[in-house]
């Protein structure tokens, strides 16, 4: 069965928590970093109502920001 793309997050932050997931401009993020991150936002959203399908909009250049909003959006289960 395929895996959805915050469920590949996770495996590779619980696999391989120092590693690069992402490089941008000079920041780096580790997996495990990204994972916290991501988990921050997924947990803020249900605080705040959201429902698994309800839609986020994400209104973010592309940068590092934009791939935590996104993923933490997923892992909240809504659609970005």
Same mark, same amino acid.
């Given at each position: 069965?395929?895996?959805l793309?915050?469920?590949?997050?996770?495996?590779?932050?619980?696999?391989?928590?120092?590693?690069?997931?992402?490089?941008?401009?000079?920041?780096?993020? !580790?997996?495990?970093?990204?994972?916290? /991150?991501?988990?921050?936002?997924?947990?803020? #959203?249900? &605080? =705040?109502?959201?429902? !698994?399908?309800?839609?986020?909009?994400? /209104?973010?250049?592309?940068?590092?920001?934009? #791939?935590? &909003? =996104?993923?933490?959006?997923?892992?909240a289960?809504?659609?970005?």
């Open positions: 069965m395929p895996k793309l915050h469920d590949l997050l996770v495996t590779s932050a619980g696999a391989f928590p120092a590693h690069l997931a992402a490089c941008w401009q000079d920041e780096r993020i !580790p997996y495990s970093e990204l994972d916290q /991150l991501t988990n921050q936002l997924a947990h803020t #959203l249900r &605080a =705040i109502g959201c429902h !698994p399908g309800d839609r986020v909009v994400v /209104l973010i250049p592309n940068s590092p920001n934009a #791939l935590f &909003a =996104i993923l933490g959006i997923l892992k289960g809504c659609v970005a």
